[in-house]
């Protein structure tokens, strides 16, 4: 493991918290501490994040099945646990991260995988971007599907604006992009209000659909709409609380 690596190795990762609460093996101990202090404050944790990776499975087959064969996630995480490429076997994918472990444990499960592979890139500057990886997996001039996750939140409107802007521009005409943003549900739990959101070492933004509609800018959005993640495509009860929102919207 790298010096830098090691580093980050002592810092929870969002991307290895999820694996633990999903029944993954890929994260450390301070990962696993993080996700049981989060669940001391708030026991459905686990099943908010699996109702989202339940909806980018969910996209990444709907853009499939728009002939989409290739995807690029940013932010991505621990790429296993029902994650692009098991969902859709045969399929392209680049994952990519900014933090160095999951850099490592991403390149050390899919080192087998053919056509897939793990990359840096700092989802808000597309220009961090490996150029060998991404000329290795993806076909530049062919439409993309690009899965966003877990970085809005963490972004003021103006930040996330131009971020989905700068991805329009970088994408090729048929791309999509599918995203999600945290609903204003997490702060209607005073513990944690007072012990996540109050205390973030950056602010966090929570929104409702009429805030997450401007912020698409060019990309047009499928009939889907705005939704729920749980409710995306998905026949399930509209929850009485929204956690994350997710919606798909393409390039034309």
């Known amino acids: 493991m790298t010096k830098n690596a090691s580093k980050q190795a002592q810092i929870p990762n969002s991307g290895r918290i999820i694996d633990h609460w999903r029944g993954g093996v890929h994260h450390l101990p301070a990962d696993a501490e993080a996700a049981k202090a989060f669940c001391d404050l ?51 994918v680049l994952y990519t991260d900014i933090d160095a472990v999951n850099i490592a444990l991403g390149s050390e499960i899919l080192a087998t995988t053919q ?36 970085i809005t939140v963490s972004l003021q409107a103006d930040a996330a604006h ?6 329009f521009d970088w994408a090729p005409t048929g791309s999509y992009l599918m995203v999600d943003f945290d609903g204003e549900a997490l ?11 109050d205390q973030a ?13 401007p912020l698409l800018g060019r990309w047009q959005l499928t009939d889907d709409g705005i939704c729920p993640v749980d409710t995306w495509r998905n026949p399930a009860p509209q929850p009485d609380k929204v956690f994350m929102y997710g919606c798909v919207s393409y390039k034309p």
């Open 42 to 92: 708030y026991p459905g944790f686990p099943q908010v994040y699996r109702t989202l990776q339940e909806f980018v499975g969910r996209a990444a087959q709907a853009v499939a099945d728009e002939g989409v064969n290739q995807f690029l996630l940013l932010g991505a995480g621990i790429p296993t646990q029902g994650n692009v490429h098991e969902v859709l076997p045969g399929a392209r």
């Open 115 to 150: 056509g897939v592979e793990y990359t840096y890139c700092d989802a808000t500057d597309l220009g961090t971007l490996d150029q060998e990886s991404m000329e290795r997996v993806l076909d530049p001039t062919a439409p993309i599907g690009i899965i966003l996750t877990g």
């Open 162 to 167: 131009k971020l989905l802007s700068d991805i």
């Open 201 to 213: 070492d950056k602010p966090l933004h929570l929104r409702g659909p009429e805030q997450i509609r």
């Open 187 to 197: 702060a209607s739990y005073p513990v944690i209000k007072e012990r996540i959101i």
